[in-house]
């Protein structure tokens, strides 16, 4: 895993490395081979927040892991200095797993990162990732496209609802929503507002392929009031009429 050393004599000067790993939707065995690999022998970790306790038992022992993730309403590490995590560690000749939940290039922040270590001079790798944009709704038997009900589907996050045009949303046939558990009754009503069918099926999906996977099943009428009090986060939000086809494709 250790490259580009430069041997003087008995001096050994590593050269660092930064791999940006996407860690899938939670399950390990739905961690690629590579970042497999990459867990197994990294030597500094740096983790977010949704990534999965077993996938982090991987690392060796002696393996210098540092928690940065971002939580809704929680104290969290600024991306500015998860960026000079990544660029000291590197320069220190260090082999840096920064692992993110997901696929590092679906709303992971990856490009702060890169450009960072670009700026610094620092050698890095992307190494993807199953994104549970996909995954989760796989897992729950819903496809998201099919040959009469869909052939397209929007993969967005909720982060903030203001950034979005809700008439160009109400109009597509499937709407796969990330972050988006505390906003859920606000992202119904304008979906409704803006003209989309009240009736229209929705599942969300919460810890997508781990034991403790959750789904809920409703209509953009109902769902938010069917969930009323539940934790939802982390969750996929699925809508649109494949959804029905879920009870015909399950296992």
């Known amino acids: 895993m250790i490259e580009g ?3 003087i004599g008995k001096v050994v000067d590593k050269v660092g490395k930064v791999y940006l790993v996407g860690a899938g939707p939670g399950a390990v065995e739905l961690l690629t081979v590579k970042a497999h690999q990459l867990l197994t022998q990294a030597e500094v970790l740096v983790h977010d927040a949704l990534v999965n306790e077993q996938v982090l038992t991987l690392v060796p022992a002696d393996c210098d892991c540092h928690a940065v993730g971002k939580r809704g309403g929680q104290a969290s590490w600024l991306q500015a200095d998860i960026d000079q995590l990544l660029v000291n560690m590197c320069q ?10 997901g696929d590092p290039f679906i709303f992971g922040r990856t490009t702060s990162e890169i450009q960072a270590l670009k700026a610094a001079g620092c050698d890095f790798e992307v190494v993807p990732g199953l ?33 979005h045009n809700w008439d160009a949303l109400a109009k597509l046939s499937v709407l796969v929503i990330l972050m988006g558990g505390r906003n859920l009754g606000e992202i119904c009503d304008r979906l409704v507002r803006h003209g989309k069918r009240p009736e229209t099926p929705v599942s969300i999906i919460r ?3 781990q034991p403790q996977q959750h789904i809920w099943d409703g209509t953009l009428l109902n769902i938010a009031q069917q969930t009323k009090g539940q934790k939802l986060s982390p969750c996929i939000i699925v809508m649109g009429e494949v959804v029905g086809l879920r009870p015909y494709l399950q296992p």
């Open 5 to 7: 050393a430069i041997r």
């Open 92 to 101: 220190q000749g260090q082999e840096v797993v920064r692992l993110k939940s």
């Open 131 to 163: 994104s549970s944009a996909t995954v989760a709704p796989l897992l729950a038997g819903i496809p998201l496209t099919d040959p009469v009900l869909s052939s397209q589907f929007t993969v967005l996050t909720a982060h903030d609802l203001e950034a």
């Open 207 to 209: 810890w997508a392929s």
